[in-house]
């Protein structure tokens, strides 16, 4: 995820900095001409429309936890393992992590 800083001027002449997650299009004040004017609204629009879609989504992505870690007394405790599951064999003293490597997918020390 990506962190834009960008200034913008007030009508006081005071410069803000504001951190955005995604850039948004300038606001041009003088189109010339009334199709012109229109047609930067409607792309304004959407590309307003994708910022907040890709902020929802973001926000969703971010409440979810990276992965589970279990803490178990042996690896095969755990009935369905899903890759990238992580656990804490207290037998082996370790960590191992669920992970394929070639064909093979099976529990591997991490440490």
């Not at 629009?45 to 409440?63: C, H, K, M, Y």
């Not at 279990?70 to 990238?84: D, E, H, K, L, N």
């Amino acid at each position: 995820m990506a962190i834009w800083l960008f200034t913008t001027f007030t009508p006081t002449g005071w410069t803000k900095i504001m951190a955005v997650r995604y850039p948004e299009l300038p606001r041009f004040v003088r189109l010339e001409e009334l199709e012109q004017s229109r047609l930067y609204q409607i792309i304004q629009n959407w590309g307003a429309a994708l910022i907040n879609n890709l902020d929802t989504r973001d926000q969703e992505l971010d409440s979810v936890p990276s992965t589970n870690v279990f803490s178990v007394v042996c690896v095969t405790s755990i009935g369905r393992p899903q890759a990238g599951n992580i656990a804490y064999a207290a037998s082996r003293g370790k960590f191992v992590g669920y992970v394929s490597l070639g064909g093979v997918t099976a529990w591997q020390d991490l440490n």
